[in-house]
């Protein structure tokens, strides 16, 4: 259930949520901050995204901090749409918080190459290396890309969010590329996958698996039980 919150009432809420008896909460922006503040203990996920999107509640009054993005993302690509990302080059779109969500889950997945393609340089370069020890990991402005294609395309960017794409070059895709864009639309494809389609991909996807199934594996977290993903994000409409 969807619960909202006022913008400067959200500490209140959670631990009035707390005495209610609730084992957690998803959280969304703007709280994201403040739930980061919120937690007593921060999972490995949490500690390298800089962010929560999952607050457990613990015996005694604690919270435990998680981030299950990155694990969504993972498990909507390898399980549900059977894409393979082990030795596969894979190319990231943005270097915001949404993308640093992601990383970590990517690469445990042993790509072959990461690269993370940002319109600021040093956004990339710094993502890059906060986690250039957990892989190999290359950093480039949208004009540098050059002519490398790539089998699997990440946008973590907002530019959907005015319908725009991130300027590409539209070399990046070969006929064997799949596209995926963490964004998802309820009426209409994004305009990532539109543009996907458009330039000759094998396949593209939304992110509404992402977001079902970032939400499944907090549900796990609370109960210990892993809810059944598929006829959700059936009734959705995936695009």
């Known amino acids: 259930?969807?619960?909202?919150?006022?913008?400067?009432?959200?500490?209140?809420?959670?631990?009035?949520?707390?005495?209610?008896?609730?084992?957690?909460?998803?959280?969304?922006?703007?709280?994201?901050?403040?739930?980061?503040?919120?937690?007593?203990?921060?999972?490995?996920?949490?500690?390298?995204?800089?962010?929560?999107?999952?607050?457990?509640?613990?015996?005694?009054?604690d919270i435990d901090g998680s981030n299950t993005d990155g694990v969504g993302l993972v498990r909507d690509?390898?399980?549900?749409?059977?894409?393979?990302?082990?030795?596969?080059?894979?190319?990231?779109?943005g270097a915001g918080g949404a993308v640093r969500g992601v990383l970590g889950p990517i690469i445990a997945q042993s790509p072959a190459g990461l690269t993370i393609a940002n319109r600021t340089l040093e956004k990339a370069v710094e993502l890059a290396r906060h986690f250039g020890e957990q892989g190999r990991l290359e950093a480039v402005a949208y004009d540098a890309l050059g002519a490398d294609?790539?089998?699997?395309?990440?946008?973590?960017?907002?530019?959907?969010?005015?319908?725009?794409?991130p300027p590409l070059a539209d070399t990046v895709i070969g006929a064997d590329s799949i596209c995926y864009d963490m964004m998802y639309s309820a009426s209409t494809a994004t305009a990532f996958v539109d543009w996907a389609h458009s330039h000759g991909a094998a396949k593209a996807f939304d992110g509404v698996g992402m977001l079902v199934e970032q939400a499944a594996e907090a549900f796990a977290l609370w109960r210990n039980v892993r809810p059944h993903t598929a006829e959700v994000i059936r009734s959705l409409g995936r695009r």
């Open 1 to 61: 259930e969807a619960i909202e919150l006022p913008l400067d009432s959200f500490t209140a809420g959670i631990r009035d949520l707390q005495q209610q008896g609730f084992s957690g909460v998803n959280v969304t922006v703007p709280f994201k901050r403040e739930a980061w503040e919120l937690c007593n203990h921060k999972s490995k996920p949490a500690q390298d995204a800089g962010a929560v999107n999952t607050l457990t509640f613990l015996p005694g009054g």
């Open 77 to 93: 690509l390898v399980d549900n749409l059977k894409v393979t990302i082990k030795d596969r080059s894979v190319l990231v779109l």
């Open 149 to 165: 294609k790539f089998d699997l395309i990440i946008n973590g960017t907002a530019a959907g969010l005015s319908n725009q794409v």
